[in-house]
Nanobody
Framework: QVQLVESGGGVVQAGGSLRLSCAAS????????MAWFRQAPGKERESVAA????????YYADSVKGRFTISRDNAENTVYLQMNSLKPEDTAVYYC????????????????WGQGTQVTVSS
């Protein structure tokens, strides 16, 4: 069982930056694909970014390409989401997710979820 704990959310002005962290428990972190999702009020949860178990492959939603960067530190069992040039429409609860490595990063089911961290971008 993998437990995920997000941190780093907060309130920031438009154009600002935040870095989210997701700390994972367990000894098999390096065998898991990791991802960030978000859910805004009244909207469905959407994929933001994902990174393969090795860190060699990444995926980004079109809405965040060029602004967000996902990375991981397998020695620290942690995945990060660096968010730059934030916009009010990035306001959401951000969730970390994990799954056993899969061949296609942008598809498939995610098995383990954190409780989320709120990101609010003011205009």
């Amino acid at each position: 069982q993998v437990q995920l704990v997000e941190s780093g959310g907060g309130v920031v002005q438009a154009g600002g930056s935040l870095r989210l962290s997701c700390a994972a428990s367990g000894r098999t972190f390096s065998t898991y694909d990791m991802a960030w999702f978000r859910q805004a009020p009244g909207k469905e949860r959407e994929s933001v970014a994902a990174i393969s178990w090795s860190g060699g492959n990444t995926y980004y939603a079109d809405s965040v390409k060029g602004r967000f960067t996902i990375s991981r530190d397998n020695a620290e069992n942690t995945v990060y989401l660096q968010m730059n040039s934030l916009k009010p429409e990035d306001t959401a609860v951000y969730y970390c997710a994990a799954r056993w490595r899969q061949p296609v990063l942008s598809k498939g089911h995610w098995d383990h979820w954190g409780q989320g961290t709120q990101v609010t971008v003011s205009s």
